[in-house]
């Protein structure tokens, strides 16, 4: 069975207030083109960029899923930390008959989806974005604390014959891969999952990591996302997986590169050298960082003479660097915010703080953060 394994589509992106709806549409239209060979197409959550998805963005996924099920594409999607879960259910029971499979919100029931091949069934297993809490209540389970133990009860109730070919989709942060900075990160890393609690499973088809990457021996995979969100991420390789799975125990995949129609890109130096008349016209969305010692007035109009799509102008002079430095070493003494306040809570009040206490105030930083973005 041929499976096309993508996550992060983030429909709705902005990036410097610069809407990144073309770019998610000419990449679309190049899955479209890698579905036609995969027996199935897995979405491994965030589908959209926030839990309310800027008209534009719903429009462009109708449009994508309509052509999806007209070539006859089957679909296995879930949701993930930036959706809706209850907005991305809706209709699904409709969906289901154009093979358009969408996970429901988490209540605890596992929602399987199972397809044939000459090897027999291969059983897909779909579990959006979840919390502790929310196994914790869809379970009944108050001895749940954190992500590992909260995934691993979700798995657990599945019942999952493993003498089958069992697939997962599943949208969380695996212990030992690696963030880009266009992610969400949690608070003092609460939000990592052992990779052991997958042991059940042929291939695990995760998003929430932008970055391509696998573990477990490859069983267990980020597609990443198929664009690049952040400039840090300029260079990265961006695509979907094909992955073939054979028989039992017998599987590998393939990245299959998707191209942007305008890719992101750094460039440096001095504002006479970038802006000479041989300089070539650069049409990427650019983030230029100028050397020079003072700033230039009017840089980002001249630039852009340039680069018509300058998205950031950095500088990297001695005042700066004496600046990022003072920077850091503030972060540094702000390091495991949760931890801190931890030592400062047991310090005040002479007792270590409770579950409860520590998972209200997680969520509350989490909130702030997002907020903050």
């Keep these: 069975m041929n499976i096309l394994h993508l996550s992060d589509l983030h429909l709705g992106k902005r990036i410097y207030e610069c809407s990144m709806i ?4 000419h990449v679309l239209w190049q899955v479209l083109a890698l579905a036609r060979e995969a027996d199935v197409t897995l979405i491994a959550g965030d589908l959209y960029d926030r839990p309310v998805p800027p008209a534009e963005a719903v429009a462009l996924f109708d449009e994508f899923l309509t052509r999806m099920s007209a070539q006859g594409s089957t679909v296995v999607m879930i949701a993930g930390n930036h ?33 044939e091949d000459a090897h027999g069934p291969v059983h897909m297993y779909l579990l959006p974005f979840v919390k502790p809490a929310h196994v914790r209540a869809a ?6 604390e954190g992500y590992t133990q909260a995934v691993r009860a979700a798995i657990e109730a599945m019942n999952v014959d493993s003498r089958e070919r069992n697939v997962l ?24 999952v052992d990779a052991d609690v997958f042991a059940p499973f042929d291939y695990v088809a995760l998003g929430h990591l932008h970055a391509a990457q696998s573990l477990e021996g490859g069983r267990v995979r980020y597609s990443g996302a198929p664009l690049a969100y952040a400039f840090s991420e300029a260079g990265q390789e961006k695509g979907a997986l094909m992955v073939r799975l054979g028989p039992k125990g017998d599987c590998d ?9 305008h890719p992101l890109t750094r460039v440096r130096g001095n504002f006479a050298v970038l802006t000479s008349p041989d300089a070539p016209v650069c049409e990427d969305y ?14 980002a109009g001249r630039l852009r003479e340039v680069y018509p799509n300058l998205l950031e102008i950095r500088y990297d002079n001695v005042r700066t660097r004496a600046q990022q430095a003072d920077f850091e070493q503030g972060a540094a003494m702000q ?32 909130r702030i953060w997002e907020d903050e973005q």
């Design 83 to 115: 959706d809706s879960a209850e907005r991305i259910a809706f209709g699904s029971r409709l969906m289901d008959g154009r093979g358009i499979y969408v996970s429901p919100v988490y209540d605890g029931a596992p929602r399987r989806v199972t397809l």
């Design 169 to 192: 989709l599943a949208h969380q942060f695996v212990t030992g891969a690696g963030r880009s900075e266009s992610e969400e990160v949690s608070v003092g890393g609460l939000d990592n």
């Design 22 to 25: 073309e770019e998610q549409r």
């Design 335 to 366: 390091d495991a915010p949760l931890a801190r306040f931890e030592e400062l809570f047991a310090l005040q009040n002479g007792q270590e703080m409770s579950r409860e206490q520590r998972e209200y105030l997680s969520g509350l930083m989490e």
């Design 286 to 299: 650019v983030q230029v960082t100028l050397t020079d010692e003072d700033d230039i007035a009017e840089a």
């Design 253 to 261: 995949a393939q990245m299959h590169p998707l191209t942007p129609l």
């Design 139 to 144: 379970l009944g389970r108050e001895d749940i």
